[in-house]
Nanobody, 119 residues
């Protein structure tokens, strides 16, 4: 079994900051990549930021310069600064893993954490 658990969402005023955390645990052989996605009401889920096992990162254009993704073993973080109302969404953590005992490549999602940017 594999668990993906996010935390750190909440309500923040425009211009404020939040830090999201995601922890992967369970029967894992290795992690290929992890990332943060978000889904706003009425919109499709979109990539916010990703990080590979080699610590290469990529960002959506809309968050470049404001958000920073980082990784510490089986944990990733998303530091969100200068938040805007349009950043309001449910944020999901995605983990692309090699799982045990099958050594199969599998993708797991967390349950999501709400981020609301509003005055």
């Amino acid at each position: 079994q594999v668990q993906v658990v996010e935390s750190g969402g909440g309500l923040v005023q425009p211009g404020g900051s939040l830090r999201l955390s995601c922890t992967v645990s369970g029967s894992i052989r290795s992690i290929n990549s992890m990332g943060w996605y978000r889904q706003a009401p009425g919109k499709e889920r979109e990539l916010v930021a990703g990080v590979t096992s080699g610590d290469r990162t990529n960002y959506a254009d809309s968050v470049k310069g404001r958000f920073t993704i980082s990784r510490d073993n089986a944990k990733i973080y998303l530091e969100m600064n200068r938040l805007k109302p349009e950043d309001t969404a449910v944020y999901y953590c995605k983990a692309d893993l090699i799982v045990l005992p099958s050594f199969r490549n599998s993708v797991y999602w967390g349950q999501g954490t709400q981020v609301t940017v509003s005055s």
